[in-house]
C-alpha cells in the first residue's frame, strides 16, 4: 500500500521560508516522478513543483520558479520543498503527490496523494 506523508507546514511571515517534507512507503522515488501540488480555498489544484525519478530534471510553476526548490533523498525515500521568501498569495494545502508519467504535470496523471500540509502566509 503506497503512503505519502507530509511535514513541515505552518504559519510564516510574509518572506519567511518553509522546507515542507513528503515520505514515502510502499513506492520508491527512484521509480516513480515526485512532485508537489497546492489548493488554496475557492481555488482548483495547482502544479508548483516537479522532479523526475532518481531525483534529476525538476521543473517548476512559473509563480513559485526562483523562490522554491524541490528536491529528494534516496536513503529516506523523501522529497522536500524548500520555500523561501513566501508571499500572502502562497497560502493553501500543500500536496505531495506521484506520478508515473512525463510532460506537463496534470493533477488527473497523478497515481497518489499525501494528506495534505497546511501553509499560511501572513502579510
Known amino acids: 500500500q503506497v503512503q505519502l506523508v507530509e511535514s513541515g507546514g505552518g504559519t510564516v511571515q510574509a518572506g519567511g521560508s518553509l522546507r515542507l517534507s513528503c515520505s514515502a512507503s510502499?513506492?520508491?522515488?527512484?521509480?516513480?516522478?515526485g512532485g508537489w501540488f497546492r489548493q488554496a480555498p475557492g481555488k482548483e489544484r495547482e502544479f508548483v513543483a516537479g522532479?523526475?525519478?532518481?531525483?534529476?530534471?525538476?521543473g517548476y510553476s512559473d509563480s513559485v520558479k526562483g523562490r522554491f526548490t524541490i528536491s529528494g533523498d534516496s536513503g529516506k525515500n523523501t522529497m522536500y520543498l524548500q520555500m523561501n521568501t513566501l508571499k500572502p498569495e502562497d497560502t493553501a494545502v500543500y500536496y505531495c503527490?506521484?506520478?508515473?508519467?512525463?510532460?506537463?504535470?496534470?493533477?488527473?496523471?497523478?497515481?497518489?496523494w499525501g494528506q495534505g500540509t497546511q501553509v499560511t502566509v501572513s502579510s
Open positions: 503527490a506521484v506520478r508515473y508519467g512525463y510532460g506537463k504535470w496534470n493533477p488527473q496523471d497523478v497515481a497518489y
Open positions: 510502499g513506492i520508491t522515488f527512484s521509480s516513480a516522478n
Open positions: 522532479i523526475s525519478r532518481n531525483y534529476g530534471v525538476t
